[in-house]
């Protein structure tokens, strides 16, 4: 990611943290029993989810092409939402009585996008000189802030949230950043208009540790501890060990900072690393057999292409852009087919926006990736493809059981299109979250009060 003068990444350009765990290969340990039971507090939420679901009848959605989330399509198809949840779908299903019906012949219909990795509402925007230092992405005063939950940075008010949601986005992860070699817990939201972040939040969604390897943890480091790559691992080494120490006898105080990573260690809290080089995954990857933790994510991954058949034997998903490489030398190796060539490896490949603006462009970040694939001879069905921002980034976050797919009894996140959703010309038309329109193209929301300045004459001539 560009850097500030101060050499911080400017949007954070985080990468390893979410949630449930997503690591088939990977030794996990199963860590000692009676001093972790008695650590439960360290995955508690003391700071629970208020979100509370609009009120909505039932609603059937009919005649559009629907793409299930994991690798189904029905043409002409119908879906209903009802009581939060997908009651049915098919070619024709029954419909509820009183049920609102949308006429959506000619338009498509996905699960709601999923955004794994986000700086919206801890990074401010329009960037300027400042922003490294406005921000709250990341707590930079040493290496270590695994004690630190991103959610206390979180401004509910960002109107980024809105711009999501207007382009499908149902959920997201906001991580700390990359600067730190450990930049804290993440948090799970939905866009939705809310003071607070506690209205926000996704019910009972598993936190994330950030972890970060390469340059930005070293450049930031390099200005008092650890100034290169095998400094990093060992002050990781050293300090995973000393965590297996405090694992082995009861703690005798909350040490918000071990609590964390020995929850990460007990196998409660998975790990999301940004990381670009294929030879920085490897040497994570030997870590995590190491001290036995589980990696959910690798973010950014320019190199994953390179060692594909390594992180699908790990069970590790991949978050990576289409296009960007060159911006610093980590990222020089980049090619447009990396997510897709992971995806024919048999990996869970995934788009995320980390800057915020690309929360906007999923899709067609998703096409982009796609299109090269196509033109290096892979099979980039629309049915296979919108799995790169729902089913997979859910599994990546822990949550497949609710969101990511269309399928009765999973969660009503439901985006109508305009048309195909990787086409360049389609728009969002509605989005539904738990079965209620929070969004509708036909009757948009008012500015938030923050861009009212620069929307107040728009459309008027």
Known sequence: MPKTSRGRCRVGSCALASLLFVT?????????????AERDDAVADPYPSTYVPRKSGP?????????????GRIDSGEIVLRDGKVAAIGTSVERPAGAVIVDARGRWITPGLIDVHTHIGTYTLPQTSLSATVGDVTEMHKPDASATWIEHGV???????????????????????????LGGRSVVVKPIAAPTVAAMKFPDAPQGL????????????GHGGFNSRQGLMAELREKL??????????????????????????????VHVHCYRSDDMARIIDLSREFGFRIAAFHHASEAYKIAPLLVR?????????????????????????VAFVDAAGGCAMMHSDIPMLSEHLNTEAAKAAAAGRRSGLSEPPEHVIRWITSNPAKALGLDDRIGKLSPGANADVVLWSGDPFSVYSRVDGVYIDGALVFDRAHPPPPSDFEIGRTITEGRQ
């Open 24 to 36: 088939a290969g990977v030794c996990l340990g199963a860590g000692p029993k009676g001093p972790a």
């Open 59 to 71: 609603v059937v959605l009919v005649g559009a092409t629907i793409l299930d989330g994991i690798g």
């Open 155 to 181: 401004r509910s008010a960002d109107p980024g949230f809105a711009r999501a949601l207007a382009a499908g986005v149902t959920t997201m992860q906001i991580l700390p950043g990359s600067g730190v070699l």
């Open 210 to 221: 950030k972890m970060a390897c390469g340059d930005n943890p070293k450049e930031e480091e």
């Open 241 to 270: 060990t000393g965590i297996q120490e405090y694992r082995r006898s009861p703690p005798p105080h909350r040490d918000f900072e071990k609590n964390t990573l020995a929850a990460v260690l007990d196998g409660k809290i998975a």
């Open 314 to 338: 790990a069970g590790i998903c991949v978050a990576g852009w289409p296009d960007w490489w060159g911006f610093k030398p980590e990222a020089e190796d980049a090619i447009r087919e990396n």
